[in-house]
């Protein structure tokens, strides 16, 4: 039942407009729409229509006898819970019905069918129309039927479930159906299923899976009612596509999670924003809908339904004609969290004329997001390219990516902390960073665990479980940035993280197709050719999104392809045809673009290994340790012609550079532990003694020293103690309090001005000098007392981005090994010309006029 008692057909009929066009706040079905099985199974049992269904549904009565650990034959299903509900008063042949009410209309219609009288128990409306059981224990009498909605429709209250089975327990001589229609939306609900002879429970397949269209539920009771039941029903009454897709339904339990996550959290936000609203009362229940009163002068229940529908093309429930209801109430069905706003705001906008003018929240600043098909297929890439376009176009664009896994970090002048990808995009929109563009990172510091950093700052260390729980919290922190963000600014560019079809992490999304959600933009799924495989991957993709995922979907980008892009027409044909979305760009493959890459994966790969040198050159080696982080302080190394850049992952690969330089690391204990198995200590160390050059930057300068101590726990074990190189005469105490912060000083030996960030939890002492004097104050760093001078380290991180220090140290290595130095400053370590270039090959490339049409612009 719809707004106005019927369908939407008659309602857009009524309207003039397509039903499509209607948003349907009546109809209680879950709002993430039909699982993204479906399709595949419906292809795959098109071939079974032409033979009669299952009329015993034995497949589909052992799956759900498995989910709710009964015996098969405690279990009917139906074409739907209605059926089953109009056939139990005949079946049960009460004396009367008890009905609490309010309560759904068709309970009543069931049994006058049958001839059983009703009684009806009004519910208190000051106590929230909650039951009492009490009351309905004196009410009811031996033989009679007391039908009761758990929760109830449209109040959607529970009742104690242990105190419910105890009344079942005490009337053995009552009848109880308990429809369970809507309790799959509960996440801590629990099945009164079985626990009672008298008991008979009502399920709907049909509005938690979003299927009222093939129409499942089943009841469970005793055996003998349940043949009772059996034998009024007619053969074949489930078909063959709605029993295939019922089995598949019950095993989706990632679905359920997801149904879960949304629907509470739409709750919540309806009850909060609608409750804001003059006149208007809604019901805190715990189903996917909301009962609501108005006491509005002007504007009833019912006639706020009449304005909706005319004015917005919303429909909602006129709850006029419930049983001790007036025409006060009405009930709104849970949706996504658009559609929501749209609700509140038509609402608004109706008993709150002056509500356009200030509404509950501002319309979105035009957005585009950036989806992959995994990690490092390019988004991080594009998503700058497209701010440096957008720029040059005359927009004030802005990066943002919700949440960030990555080693690879950065300190804003203000002290925050954010993934360095995020500060790339902020320079092509010539930006300084800002913590609000990456609200979360995350800092990976073993394999189940990370340090979870929100606006710039840390929470703490949390392993994956933990982090799951605090997710609720966080997203409410996302949103909050993003507000704040895209306030300031006329476009935003967001990128998402892995994949979205990464259906173990769905239920828990706040960075991908949820956050494009909200943001209410549409998103291109970026795909890397490279690798193989990118068409079947869009297609995978699509599959197991969920039907309003796929929506939010524009189209396809192509990364990475060498060759004749004319040659994959075909293949752009065919996605389209199947998929019925185009592919809005092919950009090339970018060889050495000039760009800090997005995180370690091409770091791990080998990627970052330099083209040897053709002339007179110096052997720089980074050791790849298992916890690197901002590995990006190497980068500006890749400008200069005359440097051989290896990364060294084992003691034979090692050899005879001129300099050995220790990275950053998130767990110091850990990758101590791993450079002692390996025998890298002691290849190091050996390496020290023939002069070659030793360099540690934060995490590598901790190792340089004697020991490294976490009493707390904050990298490694609790009281952990690892020893270190002890090629500095000095000791690291990991701290809890993380040390963030911009510098800018000089390096005493070379004189040479540097700047960068330093990101640690470390406090070193040491007999040693300092290196860097701070303009703060503050000094840094150590050098270790030989004539040499070859071992050195600091905390700075970005120490090497300078082109004066820079040049100045690889001259010394040159002199080293008795080659002229390079006059000048050497290689210019700016990431404008790369910008530039990216931005020119991705207009060349990319349907530009697709994307400002997704824009709005």
Known sequence: MSAHGGNLNRLAEKLGCRPQDILDFSANINPLGPPSCLRRVINNHIQDLVHYPDPDCKALVQAISATYGLNADQIVVGNGTSELLFKLPAVLKPKRAVIPAPAYIDYARACS?????????DLDSDSGFAPDLEQLEETIKPGDLLILGQPNNPTGTLVDREQLIALMERQPEVFFIIDEAFAVFVGSYTSVAGCAANCITLCSLTKIFAIPGLRLGFLTASFEICRKVEQQSAPWAVNTLAQAVGIACLEDEQ????????????????????????????????????????DHPQYSGTALAEALLAGHRIAVRSCANYQNLDDSFFRVAIRSEPENRRLVQALQSIVQPSFHRQPVRAKKKP????????????????????????????????????????????????????????VVQAQACRLDPDVRMNPVLLKPSSDVGSQVIVNGRPVGNMKVAQYVAYKSEIWQKVCRAYDS???????????GAGSPGEVNLKAHDIVNTRMAGYAEAKALLVGDIDRGGVYASFIGHLEVMDPWERELIAGFVVNRFRGDASLLADAHEYMLDHTAKPVLGVIPYLKNLGLPQED???????????????????????IDLPHISNFTDIEPFFEESDVFLRIVGNQEEIGTPDAIILPGSKNVPGDLVFLHASGLVDSISAASTKGIEIVGICGGFQMLGHRVTDTHGIEGKIGEECQGLGLLDMETALAFKKILTSKTGLHLPSGCRVQGYEIHHGLSHGSGQAIITFDDGSSCGQEADSKSKNIWGSYLHGIFDGDGFRRWWINRLRTKKGLEPLPGQGAVYDLEPALDRLAQVVRENLDMNTIYRLLAL
């Open 367 to 422: 957005a585009l997001m950036l989806l992959g098909t995994g990690s490092d297929v390019g988004k991080s890439v594009l998503v700058a390219a497209l701010g440096r376009i957008l720029l040059q176009d005359g927009l004030r664009v802005a990066p943002f990516k919700a949440q960030n896994m990555s080693l690879n970090s950065y300190v804003t002048r203000d002290g925050g902390e954010m993934g360095r990808a995020q």
């Open 600 to 622: 370690s994966v091409s770091f791990k790969a080998g990627l970052c290994t330099s083209d040897r040198p053709a002339g007179p050159h110096v052997e720089v080696v980074v």
């Open 113 to 121: 069918q049958a001839d059983v009288p009703v009684r009806y128990i």
């Open 485 to 495: 963000l895209s306030a300031d600014y006329d476009v935003l560019l967001l990128e």
């Open 255 to 294: 679905y359920i999670k997801e149904t879960h996550l949304l629907v509470d959290g739409q709750r919540q936000y309806l009850i909060e924003t609608l409750g804001k609203i003059p006149h208007l009362y809604p019901h805190e229940g715990t189903a996917d809908f909301i009962l609501i009163r108005s």
